[in-house]
């Protein structure tokens, strides 16, 4: 199963009052695929990301979804197909988890429709598939960073959109935690056909398991494309002025980023 939803970023230009953040930018996401965007602080991919899914107007340019621009959507009709994970989302104080989880539904809710059983399935499974289930009524800001992280993810699944933006999805996770996240994604990619963004900060990550990679540098597109073809010594020089060998992944063929201290330089006897 894939769905065909097409989201196209045209000659996008976005702000913050008298900084100007993006420029240029062109970016059509391949339907149905997992796609990494990578890039030094301050790049802009946060301002991407909410741009893409209606929360920043553009100062010129267009967020198409579906040739249709989001910044004419209303609010709830753009959340049934494209759902986004901020980067540090701010949960309502006191909260509980399950609480939380249940507004991923909101979308889904007509003005005088009832919380309903397929409602209740959803929770259940975004929780279950985060393994959150055990946490459901505990207060949100009572939880450690890891754990409210899951817990946003399960939000996120909740809301059972066929788009799913998420700004460092892996933040706070502890390793097994991160690549546990990435396989969810990738399960809910392949089952569903959910065409993932995701802004991800570790290299070998992102080459790993996006089929499409974009490297953002000073609010423009440096490259898009395969991994391979994108993750190169030149590029990560560029993006993140940092010097690395750049060898293939043993365990997947995919580009694996070394990166070069000043201490520890390419053959450098103690390594
Ligand atoms: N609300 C805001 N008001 C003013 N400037 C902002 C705002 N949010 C972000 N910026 C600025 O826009 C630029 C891009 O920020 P953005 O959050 O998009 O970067 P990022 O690539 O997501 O960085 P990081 O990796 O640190 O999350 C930065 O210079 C930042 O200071
Ligand atoms: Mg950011």
Redesign the pocket.
């Known amino acids: 199963m894939t769905t065909s939803h097409t989201l196209v970023v045209e000659d996008l230009a976005v702000g913050?009052?008298d900084?100007a953040?993006l420029e240029r930018l062109d970016l059509a996401v391949p339907p149905g695929r997992i796609t990494a965007i990578v890039?030094?602080?301050?790049?802009?991919?946060?301002?991407?990301l909410r741009s893409m899914s209606r929360l920043l107007a553009p100062r010129a340019g267009a967020v198409l979804l579906d040739g249709r621009s989001v910044h004419r959507m209303h609010a709830k009709e753009l959340a049934r197909t494209l759902g986004l994970l901020p980067?540090s989302p701010v949960a309502p104080e006191g909260i509980t988890v399950a609480d939380l989880v249940g507004r991923g539904r909101n979308p889904h809710q007509g003005l005088f429709s009832r919380w309903s059983a397929a409602d209740d399935a959803a929770v259940a499974a975004a929780l279950d598939a985060t393994h959150t289930a055990g946490l459901a009524e505990r207060p949100v800001d009572e939880l450690s960073g890891g754990q409210r992280q899951r817990v946003w993810i399960a939000m996120a699944l909740a809301q059972q959109t066929d788009l799913l933006l998420l700004d460092?999805p892996t933040t706070f996770l502890d390793v097994s935690h991160q690549v546990e996240v990435l396989d969810l994604l990738t399960d809910l990619n392949r089952a569903r056909g959910t065409t993932i963004v995701m802004?991800l900060?570790d290299l070998n990550l992102a080459a790993r398991y996006a089929d499409h990679l974009v490297a953002?540098a000073g609010g423009r597109l440096h490259a898009a494309g395969a991994p391979a073809d994108v993750l190169t010594e030149d590029c990560v020089r560029t993006v993140f002025g940092l010097e690395s060998r750049v060898i293939t992944d043993p365990t997947c063929g995919k580009p694996l980023v070394l990166p070069l201290g000043r201490h520890h330089t390419s053959g450098s006897p103690r390594g």
């Open positions: 913050y009052k900084r953040v890039g030094a602080n301050a790049s802009g991919k946060s301002t991407l980067q460092e802004v900060h953002l």
